[in-house]
Nanobody, 114 residues
Framework: QVQLVESGGGLVQPGGSLRLSCAASGFTFSNFAMSWHRQAPGKERELVAL???????NYANSVKGRFIISRDNAKNTVYLQMNSLKPEDTAIYYC????????WGQGTQVTVSS
């Protein structure tokens, strides 16, 4: 079955960087678009970044120029490089597989605080 396992979250100071990873299994990874979403306390989930099966990317305006989504089809892994982190980036970050049905990972907590 489809499994998405996120890692790399943690506590970081404002201005710092983190790289999230999402290890995927149970499907042909290279054939599907993948994305990262986040949910901050008291807020709805929002799309952060998406990468198509062909490698095209899209970003939320709030993270453009700071975050980079990438994928390694040989490792069945999608990444989110987060730079210049701000306190408002604090959220649970989820990896999502797109397709006829979407699948979500369990999430990884990112906290940006001094």
């Amino acid at each position: 079955q489809v499994q998405l396992v996120e890692s790399g979250g943690g506590l970081v100071q404002p201005g710092g960087s983190l790289r999230l990873s999402c290890a995927a299994s149970g499907f042909t990874f290279s054939n599907f678009a993948m994305s990262w979403h986040r949910q901050a306390p008291g807020k709805e989930r929002e799309l952060v970044a998406l990468i198509s099966d062909g490698g095209n990317t899209n970003y939320a305006n709030s993270v453009k120029g700071r975050f980079i989504i990438s994928r390694d089809n040989a490792k069945n892994t999608v990444y989110l490089q987060m730079n210049s982190l701000k306190p408002e980036d604090t959220a649970i970050y989820y990896c999502v597989k797109h397709g006829l049905r979407s699948y979500w990972g369990q999430g990884t907590q990112v906290t940006v605080s001094s």
